[in-house]
Nanobody, 114 residues
């Protein structure tokens, strides 16, 4: 059974940092492109950052220079380091894995507020 389990969400003040992690189970992790998506209340799910099997990364413009995605194929995990967070980063963050098939995590809430 495939599972993507996110952790690290919570409440953080504007300008602060947070690190999200996603542990993958039931897939050959190194064969999957990984990504983080988010959905704000009332909004659509949007791509935040992605990392390919080769380690190539991409980011949505609003997080470039603030967020960093990384993967550890030895531990089957993908992380999202979030720095200088803003209130508009508030959302549920989802881990995503894609190869011939794709899988979603159940999400972790990130709230940026003072």
């Amino acid at each position: 059974q495939v599972q993507l389990v996110e952790s690290g969400g919570g409440l953080v003040q504007p300008g602060g940092s947070l690190r999200l992690s996603c542990a993958a189970f039931g897939i050959i992790f190194s064969e999957y492109d990984m990504a983080w998506y988010r959905r704000a209340a009332g909004g659509q799910r949007e791509l935040v950052a992605g990392i390919s099997t080769e380690g190539n990364t991409k980011y949505r413009d609003s997080v470039k220079g603030r967020f960093t995605i990384s993967r550890d194929d030895a531990k089957d995990t993908v992380s999202l380091q979030m720095n200088m967070v803003k209130p508009e980063d508030t959302a549920v963050y989802y881990c995503f894995a894609e190869d011939d098939e794709y899988y979603w995590g159940q999400g972790t809430q990130v709230t940026v507020s003072s």
